[in-house]
């Protein structure tokens, strides 16, 4: 039995499509399935949640594929009851799928459907874990409510301005219109120099492995990566891979708005590592201290503002079925 989780207007309504052609194919092909679709923001935390616990009794794993962005794979980790239980697909319909763009996914929605269905042994993906040791009462325009102290991530989780960027465009009206034109990323980038020259930038610490710190004057972001790329399709971190028991860490400071941007097109490709103002770190644990309160995202999502996280990986948690 397949569970499938689908956000149906993940990429302005491409998921449904994309959907409806994979229905096609489960039923030509006689797998057994169910089907559930989320109908509003949180809704496939709540829904894994669901199917977790109703089959929490029973012996064998649980086979749940997500389809929609990477949001929508996040919200299905943070409903995970027992990660050692539920085996994870994945078929991405988003605007950025920068998890799936870190592993090489078929271009084939059905391609990628047919690699999970015939997968017998699921790979052992490490994820990432966020802790909010000092929370702030602030919450994003597009999350209300209680936040949970504890998130996990499968591409990265970050700090200051790429936290602030998701945040915006969460709730930019213009991105759905954009994207059906094919022309989403406008919204980005008229956040991005938005952001670039308009946030407050703060002094902050990065505490590595519980033993080093670092201190930065006037922090942009720090970010931790458990896959290269993030922001659909900057490789902030050429070298994170998702099976090496370690997060990347990409720091950003001390640097004008003018170098950012010019920064930004060696950034797909990696080479931005170059810039002396940018620091890569490998490590099993970070924390990250500031002065003032700056967003915080996974995954792209957005919940607060913090001034202290803790993050660290959990290698080989995540059951993946590829």
């Given at each position: 039995m397949y569970y499938f989780l689908v956000n149906p207007s993940s990429c302005s309504g491409r998921g449904l499509k994309i959907w409806?052609?994979?229905?096609?194919?489960l039923k030509e092909t006689s797998v057994e399935y169910k089907s559930y679709f989320s109908k509003r923001q949180g809704h496939v935390e709540e829904l894994m949640r669901d199917i977790c616990e109703e089959h929490a009794a029973d012996p064998s794993p649980i086979n749940v594929v997500v389809l929609g962005g990477d949001g929508t794979m996040d919200e299905a980790l943070q409903g995970i009851l027992d990660f050692d239980k539920v085996n994870v697909g994945y078929i991405p319909t988003g605007s950025s799928n920068d998890f799936a763009r870190a592993l090489t996914y078929p271009d084939s929605p059905v391609k990628a459907l047919e690699r999970i269905l015939e997968c017998k042994e699921p790979l052992r993906y490490d994820l990432g874990r966020l802790k909010y040791e000092a929370m702030s009462e602030e919450r994003s325009r597009f999350h209300k409510g209680t936040i949970p102290s504890v998130r996990y991530f499968d591409v990265s989780c970050g700090i200051g301005f790429d936290a602030a960027v998701c945040e915006e465009a969460l709730a930019a009206g213009s991105k759905n219109f954009l994207n059906k034109i094919g022309l989403g990323k406008l919204t980005y980038l008229i956040i991005c120099l938005k952001q670039l020259f308009g946030s407050r930038l703060s002094a902050g610490t990065l505490i590595l492995d519980d033993d080093e710190k670092i201190s930065f004057e006037k922090l942009r972001f720090i970010v931790g990566m458990n896959t290269c790329y993030e922001g659909g399709g900057f490789k902030f971190a050429p070298a994170a891979v998702p099976t090496d028991g370690h997060l990347d860490i990409c720091a950003v400071s001390d640097i004008n708005p003018f170098s950012v941007i010019l920064s930004l097109p060696s950034?797909?490709?990696?080479?931005?590592?170059?810039?002396?103002?940018?620091h890569i770190y490998r490590v099993r644990s970070y924390e990250v201290i500031t002065e003032i309160p700056l967003w915080v995202h996974t995954d792209g999502e957005v919940y607060t503002k913090a001034t202290h996280i803790k993050v660290n990986v959990i290698p080989g948690k995540l059951r993946f079925l590829a």
């Open positions: 409806q052609d994979l229905e096609a194919y950034a797909m490709k990696g080479k931005h590592v170059k810039n002396k103002k940018i």
